[in-house]
């Protein structure tokens, strides 16, 4: 049983092009969230959601657009692609938001190519 | 200044050695510490946390924290190769959101 699943898992794609990324998790955890690991391996939160409610947009370009149609699902969609957005993006789940959240559980993540 | 410093490395070790890697943070509020391992095209995985001044120990691992000087630290004992990969710091910023600002990472090699 995987505990966070991302699906793709890979996605190549032309610029321009709009794409989804899907995430699950089965934890029963209260917040989730979406990173952007570069190619340095730096990852940056991108948003969270705490109980479908969303916590955190930093400063993303409108192109990405987060969904939570429930606690256990955070969807992005991402408009009009284009080659910065080639990373990979990794979606995380925690229980709850406060100092003592014991970290997080991150799904396999989907790597995006944009040709 | 970053927010969550660590050297990106590599730091490269002897199998059987002690590895030290360390991480400083910019916001004095933080209050929980994390340390990530990540394997090359794997997701990070949890392998300690802290949150109290002074030592956390779990098997061969050992975090470090001191708050006065915003300075993590993992110590990994008797270094196995399969210990070979990225160690990301993460901290807890003194907002209440949940959100972890991650360091950069340290690459580490174990040499047989």
């Known amino acids: 049983d995987t505990a966070v699943s991302q699906t793709p898992k890979y996605l190549v794609t032309q610029m321009g092009n709009d794409k989804s990324i899907k995430c699950e998790q089965n934890l029963g955890h209260d917040t989730m969230y979406w990173y952007k690991q570069d190619s340095k391996k730096f990852l940056k939160i991108m948003f969270s959601?705490?109980?479908?409610?969303?916590?955190i947009n930093e400063t993303v370009p409108n192109r990405f657009s987060p969904k939570s149609p429930d606690k256990a699902h955070l969807n992005l969609h991402i408009n009009s692609l284009e080659l910065g957005d080639s990373a990979v993006y990794f979606c995380?789940?925690?229980?709850?938001?406060?100092?003592?959240?014991?970290?997080?559980?991150f799904g396999s993540g989907t790597r995006l190519t944009v040709v | 200044q970053k927010e969550v410093e660590q050297n990106s490395g590599p730091l490269s070790v002897p199998e059987g050695a002690i590895a030290s890697l360390n991480c400083t943070y910019s916001?004095?509020?933080?209050?929980?510490f994390f340390w990530y391992r990540q394997y090359s095209g794997k997701s990070p995985e949890l392998i300690m946390f802290i949150y109290s001044n002074g030592d956390k120990e779990d098997g061969r691992f050992t975090a470090q924290l001191n708050k006065a000087s915003q300075y993590v630290s993992l110590l990994i004992r008797d270094s196995q190769p399969s210990d070979s990969a990225t160690y990301l710091c993460a901290v807890g910023g003194s907002s209440n959101t949940g959100k972890l600002i991650f360091g950069q990472g340290t690459t580490l090699q174990v040499k047989p």
């Open positions: 959601y705490n109980n479908k409610e969303l916590i």
């Open positions: 995380a789940s925690s229980q709850g938001l406060g100092q003592t959240a014991y970290g997080y559980t």
């Open positions: 916001d004095r509020g933080s209050q929980s």
